[in-house]
């Protein structure tokens, strides 16, 4: 039941800044974080950014400093805002929505992915 709407992605230039939108749709559980990974070819995915109930907020080491990831509750939705991109930045970036299925356990929801080549 649960569906994650990703916008943006694409082709973007180095330097510059990468913005995408994840809206989620059918949550019936309490939700713990929402944020977004991404994968390269060859490489495993891996954590980009993630804000949790509380508003509490993590990122990645790589993008510390030049990322933001917002929140709107109503909405449903996270917005991740990378600047000064590197060609490292280039991966296909996942939605993801996790929660409490029951008081001891959580499960994950990923969208279909958006793919976000950096040029060089």
């Known amino acids: 039941q649960v569906q994650l709407a990703e916008s943006g992605g694409g082709l973007v230039q180095a330097g510059g800044s990468l913005s995408l939108s994840c809206v989620a749709s059918?949550?019936?559980?309490?939700?713990?974080?929402m944020g977004w990974y991404r994968q390269a070819p060859g490489k495993q995915r891996e954590l980009v950014a993630t804000?949790?109930?509380?508003?509490?907020?993590m990122y990645a080491d790589s993008v510390k400093g030049r990322c933001t990831l917002s929140r709107d509750n109503a909405k449903n939705s996270v917005a991740l805002q990378i600047n000064s991109l590197e060609a490292e930045a280039t991966a296909t970036y996942y939605c993801?929505?996790?929660?409490?299925?029951?008081?001891?356990?959580?499960?994950?929801?990923w969208g279909q992915g958006t793919m976000v080549t950096v040029s060089s």
């Open positions: 993801n929505e996790r929660v409490y299925v029951n008081p001891t356990s959580w499960d994950d929801y």
């Open positions: 059918g949550t019936m559980f309490r939700i713990i974080s």
């Open positions: 804000i949790d109930a509380g508003g509490g907020r």
